[in-house]
């Protein structure tokens, strides 16, 4: 099957709750995306309530969720936070940890050694039994129990590079907070009949097809990058795929020339076209899920004002699902800074409405 890429575009816009803002709560659009970046609390509650017809950025509506156990909220995805619904974060944490990329003398060499890992995944299980506790005391308690002194200071990095390896193998994730400090907790103490991890490869025939169902068509490489940087084993990542298609849960597709997968049950709904102008806040995982990297949703000359310095990804304005422009605000005053020539009169008026309401407060356009 031949498929555009702005079909492409429109499939995605449609699975991912941005064309009809069909979305209804936080951990469906959560379980639809595969997880929602978090990295910014507010970029997250914006990701969620534009996907939504009233929804707002402090409806406390994730918090809500996850103080229910229904969220988590712990490093997955590229080695960022992220709200994952409950019962798909085991599966997609189990393929995290199955690349152990702690395993590699270059992370040991910068971060900690096999054997001071293996010390701290023993002593987060005792420290973490039945206890939520801020990073102060984790930090305190792990190196207590593990006899590492030397790994206070990677411990309490605010970047959490020794951290994440324990949260991809589910052994602890970030807890309620505590006014406004950070708390970790186990998931079972969180998350009701927190099953574990299950085989990597298992976890893969439902992410997979979970990642194709909003993110797709894509390659097996981007699928990769996606997840964790590329970092899957190759032979592992073809068998996932290969594996797949061999039971008939996807099918192969060509778009502009590529092969791509799609869930085989997905095929028909990929003539329809895309939507046009949308306005999607910092982070969105509508672009994330692709990358900026991608040229058919970032034009290669303008991807350095979409993915900024130190990882920012700036708020989007879409055309038929390709970025064609970054906007912010500024107090009640929405600005746009389209790539090519200004936008058409009355062409935002509706985004601009749909963002007071995120936002709460009325913005006037500029730009």
């Known amino acids: 099957m031949n498929v555009t890429a702005g079909q492409v575009r429109a499939f995605r816009l449609r699975r991912q709750h941005v064309a009809l803002r069909d979305g209804t709560d936080p ?13 910014v609390p507010s970029a997250a509650a914006q990701a969620v309530a534009v996907r939504t017809a009233d929804g707002t950025a402090d409806d406390g509506a994730a918090d809500a969720a996850l103080a229910a156990g229904a969220l988590v909220r712990t490093w997955s995805l590229r ?8 019962d ?31 010390a701290l995944e023993a002593a987060v299980a005792e420290v973490l039994a039945d206890a939520v506790l801020t990073r102060e005391e984790l930090v305190a308690a792990l190196v207590t129990h593990s006899r590492e002194e030397g790994l206070a200071g990677a411990l309490g990095s605010g970047w959490g590079a020794v951290l994440k390896p324990l949260a991809w ?11 406004s400090r950070v708390t970790f907790a186990h998931p079972r103490t969180l998350v009701p009949d927190w099953p574990g991890l299950p085989d990597p490869d298992e976890a893969a025939r439902e992410v997979v097809p979970a990642f194709l169902a ?22 592992r990542l073809r068998t996932w795929f290969a594996d797949l298609v061999a039971d008939g849960a996807l099918a192969e597709v060509t778009v502009e020339g590529e092969t ?25 995982p509508y672009v994330l899920g692709a990358g900026t990297g ?4 970032v034009a290669t000359a303008h991807r350095g004002e979409v993915s900024r310095a130190a990882g920012w990804i700036a708020p989007v304005v879409l055309d038929a699902g390709r970025v064609v422009g970054t906007w912010r605000t500024d107090d009640d005053r929405l600005e746009v800074t389209p790539f ?14 749909v963002w007071s309401r995120i936002l709460g407060r009325p913005l006037t356009l500029r730009g």
């Open 88 to 118: 798909q974060a085991p599966a997609v944490l189990a393929l995290l940890a199955a690349a152990r990329t702690w395993d590699r003398a270059s992370w040991q060499r910068e971060f900690a050694t096999a054997a001071q890992m293996a």
């Open 79 to 86: 080695g960022t936070l992220h709200l994952l619904a409950a």
């Open 260 to 284: 791509r997968y799609a869930r085989a049950e997905d095929v028909d709904e990929l003539g329809a076209e895309a939507p046009g102008l949308r306005l999607l806040g910092p982070f969105d």
């Open 214 to 235: 909003a993110h797709g068509p894509a390659t097996a490489t981007a699928f990769d990058a996606w997840l964790l940087r590329g970092a899957t084993p190759k032979k």
């Open 294 to 297: 991608d040229p058919d949703l």
């Open 169 to 179: 193998q589910g052994l602890l994730c970030h807890g309620p907070p505590a006014g």
């Open 27 to 39: 951990t469906a659009i959560a379980r639809r995306l595969v997880g929602v970046q978090a990295q």
């Open 340 to 353: 090519g020539g200004p936008l058409p009169d009355g062409a935002l008026d509706e985004e601009r409405a």
